[in-house]
């Protein structure tokens, strides 16, 4: 499946904020952010004009679909399972990402970054519900448990994130159990508890259009 391959720190300089595409160096003064927070390109400084209308809305969905790392046709997908589905629709496209199997393992901690979690997915160190799951995208949901395989706990991978990230802290709707290396998604995050700092509705707009 296509994905993008190029440098991260240069989505981050682009949507002007930090997506902590490369785990933990986001939190340091390594940060692309914190060294230089001007767009990529030569003419960078002078990219970052005031937006109004379909800019700022294009702007908000770049950042999400960076966020989370989808491509374009995933998420529209997304979108249109979100616009089909009862509730607010902007509310339900954020719970569906933060439902990706690969956000989740990343949200327990088991990885540095959202990459890192797709990578490990991908490679089957993960099971859900007892069953080797290797797509990043499958959805989990309410009640599920996502858990290290036995014959990946000791996976220096797996190891070194855990250690890296314990004081990022896990959010309130997942569990985590750390002699099982097993966590479980409790209940569907209500918007309040997911803290983005993103304006969904600007997303409905645009693909509302």
Known sequence: MARYVGPVCRLCRREGMKLFLKGERCYGEKCAIERRNVPPGQHGKGRRAKMAGYGLQLREKQRVKRMYG???????????????????????????????LDNVVYRLGLSTSRS??????????????????????????AGDEVAVRTSSAKNPVI?????????RGIPEWLEFNTERLAGRLTAIPTRDQLNLPVEEQLIVELYSK
């Not at 519900?129 to 949901?141: E, F, H, L, Q, V």
């Open 70 to 100: 989808v491509l374009e046709s995933q998420f529209r997908r997304y979108f249109k399972e979100a616009d089909r589905r009862k509730g607010v629709t902007g509310e339900t496209l954020l719970q569906l990402l933060e439902g990706r």
């Open 159 to 167: 190891v070194y994130a855990m250690e890296e990230v314990k004081g």
């Open 116 to 141: 890192q979690a797709r990578q490990l997915v991908r490679h089957g160190h993960f099971t859900v519900n007892g069953r080797r799951a290797d797509i990043p995208s499958y959805s989990i949901r």
